[in-house]
């Protein structure tokens, strides 16, 4: 005999009427259908839904069990990115401003995630980290400019996280214009502009880009 009724349990609770979720010989049970079931809200954790087929005549069939573990909790969001002392090029290695285009960043998240590293909202790379992991921006460098970092991260059940602080990221791979250096006309003794002086201590006055360190 064919089916007559789909039977389900939830937890310990008592075997009830499934055909509301039965299509045929399928059936599935989502969430809300979990929750009818069992009278009551579904709690994260060990969750045992047991299924049995009956016949016109009453006939029951073995009982089959799924277990599987509810987890609705969202990770923690990573920590703000991080960019790699050694690949914080120029005068500061904690100034975010580098001609590394291709840089290494350090995202910290929950263990056993999926962390993503986004760069001006754009997925570059992710990985399974088991803690602090370093992602290794590339091949394709990154455009000069300021760039928005961001990081999330994703349980092996599927809950993300909201994203983690920015980080500001300035590429600079242009090299500065070269200086233009000359004898400040205080120092510059007659005649003047010959590029000689007299004095034993003089004074340069030269143009270059703003913010940049000038070493003679």
Known sequence: AGVAELRAAVGAGPFVNADAWRTG???????????????????????SVRVMAVDGLGNESEMVTVDFTLDTLVPAAPGQPDLASASDTGASDSDNITRDATPDILVDAEPGGRIRLLVDGALTAEVIGHGPVRFAIGPVPLADGERVLTATVEDVAGNRSAASPELLLIIDTVDPAVPTLELAPGSDTAPQGDGRTTEPVVTLVGITDPGVRVLL
């Open 25 to 47: 010989d399928a059936f599935v049970f989502d969430r809300e259908a979990l929750e009818s079931i069992l009278g009551g809200p579904l709690a994260d954790g060990a969750v």
